[in-house]
């Protein structure tokens, strides 16, 4: 049973993601997959706990993407690359109605998906900077706790602000200017000179 739900979950976030919450009825999530709906209320109580378990599955592969990250051997950069390119796919599958959806409809649910997704991010962004201190490629007088909330900050505005178009987000050269900003910030003699040394290897992540 916990395969056929992970299955739906899986099946219900494209959905959403391709035409967001509201429009989406049980009903149509039922047909979609080619069940009954007294099949899908076995498996969620109501449109609400459907909704909030495809978000914490979400979180959880994300998650589990961070933690496969740290097994690999890269160093902090690019390890922070690495965590960049994810986040350009996310924006690419990116829905502002779902989005809109979950804020409207679900509120203490966005409440509850943004602190989290905060707390991931910070922590993240906290344990690179750590790392990349540790091995000489960041500041030794970097201000891990400072810095990550900035670059929390920005991340989060990025998202939120409608400065940028879709195709923005998307470009490569959006993606370099943000991470050229904050390395160039954290980086120390060592770390630039790695930095520029692969940087045509680290293009390859956004084209």
């Not at 495809?54 to 390890?79: D, G, P, S, W």
């Not at 929390?152 to 998202?159: Q, S």
């Amino acid at each position: 049973m916990k395969d056929n739900a992970q299955g739906i979950l899986d099946h219900v976030s494209r959905l959403y993601h391709r035409y967001g919450i509201k429009s989406i009825t049980m009903d149509d999530v039922a047909r979609n997959l080619g069940i009954s709906k007294k099949t899908l209320y076995e498996y969620f109580r109501d449109k609400k706990d459907l909704v909030s378990q495809v978000l914490e599955l979400e979180i959880n592969q994300r998650c589990l993407i961070f933690k496969t990250l740290e097994h690999r051997k890269l160093n902090a950069i690019e390890e922070l690359f690495e965590i960049y390119s994810l986040i350009k796919s996310q924006i690419h599958e990116y829905n502002p109605s779902m989005d809109y959806d979950i804020r409207k409809y679900y509120p203490e649910l966005y409440s509850h998906i943004s602190s989290v997704r905060r707390k991931m991010m910070f922590e993240n962004s906290h344990k690179n900077m750590i790392k990349g201190r540790k091995e000489g490629l960041y500041r030794k007088n970097l201000n891990v706790e400072l810095i990550a909330k900035l670059h929390l900050f920005r991340i989060e505005n990025l998202y939120n602000s409608d400065l940028f178009t879709s195709e923005d987000l998307n470009s490569f050269d959006t993606f370099h200017e943000l991470f050229v900003y904050h390395l160039q910030g954290i980086m120390s003699e060592k770390g630039r000179a790695f930095f520029e040394k692969n940087f045509s290897r680290f293009r390859e992540h956004f084209e």
